[in-house]
């Protein structure tokens, strides 16, 4: 159960409670209303009900229903694999992990087929250290072992991995290399996004310019910090929104399966040898067709 005494916020109670507790969506928060799941001052109330100061709030939150994940066999790119850890080159299209409404065909059910897994992140996220989206390609640590995965969400907090992205963008970038240091959080016109905004996690993304087209630009970008959708908005943020992104991009833009984002390169420490690991994937099929399509204009 979840308390809160509200001090000078006012409004509906839906709203309010969306902006104390962003984890919950506004629907999410307007089901646990009707169905008595939060009281104010002990009693329940509808969606529409006034939040006054000193207002007392209980939300109960039911237990999350169990998902029996189903390992199935998917044919899986594995570039690197040893007893504590696997590196995969995902394809374009393919979810990281099991959620709510998505239970299967996801890369988590690929790799439950193959290997055991670490259990540190619970029932939908065994073995997932980071993520990439579903419409990013490219390199993936996953961990086998608890062990492995301790240390290497620790490699990510001390941001002493490497962590390199191909990305193909509109417009001309000016500058051969940038810095873009913007915190993140989500957006407050539009849940499913996040934005760049005031009280955002702090996140840094460098980048440099490897080929200039007629009216795109392609380019390296280089992880500072893992925030969600980091990537897009960032270069929405600058004016550059990426190729074919169905979120942060502009209408008219290429045809694309989604985004033009590749995670290109991958570093970390190994968690037993304590030696360095590199490894890189080449663009796929789709990115590389067009590019050729772009530089033949």
Do not use: W
Not at 261 to 280: D, N, Q, R, S, Y
């Amino acid at each position: 159960m979840i308390a809160v005494t509200i001090t000078t916020q006012t409004g509906r109670l839906d709203k309010v409670l969306a902006q104390i507790k962003p984890e919950l969506s506004r629907s999410q928060i307007q089901q646990l209303i009707t169905d008595g799941q939060i009281t104010v001052n002990k009693q329940t109330v509808k969606t529409k009900y006034q939040v006054q100061p000193n207002d007392y709030i209980e939300i109960n939150m039911p237990q999350p229903k169990q998902l029996d994940l189903i390992a199935e066999n998917i044919p899986l790119d594995i570039v690197y694999e040893d007893d504590d850890v696997l590196v995969v080159n995902k394809p374009q299209g393919m979810v990281v992990h099991p959620s709510a409404g998505h239970s299967d065909k996801t890369l988590v059910n690929a790799l439950l087929h193959h290997c055991p897994l670490s259990t540190i992140n619970g029932t939908f996220r065994p073995g997932i250290v980071h993520r990439i989206d579903k419409d990013t390609s490219g390199l993936l640590m996953v961990a086998k072992n608890d062990h492995a995965h301790q240390s290497l969400a620790q490699q990510l907090k001390d941001k002493t991995n490497i962590r390199e992205y191909i990305a193909l963008v509109h417009g001309n970038i000016k500058e051969e290399c940038a810095t873009i240091d913007a915190p993140i959080g989500r957006s407050p016109k539009d849940r499913k996004k996040q934005a760049v905004v005031a009280n955002g996690k702090p996140a840094i993304t460098h980048i440099e310019v490897l080929q200039r087209y007629q009216e795109y630009t392609l380019v390296k970008c280089i992880l500072e910090t893992g925030r969600t959708h980091q990537i897009r908005v960032h270069l929405k943020y600058i004016g550059h929104p990426l190729a074919a992104d169905p979120l942060y991009g502009p209408k008219k833009t290429l045809l694309g399966q989604g985004q033009f984002l590749h995670a290109a390169k991958l570093g970390f420490t190994h968690p037993k040898t304590g030696e360095l690991l590199v490894f890189e994937a080449p663009l796929p099929e789709y990115f590389t067709n067009t590019l050729a399509k772009l530089a033949s204009h």
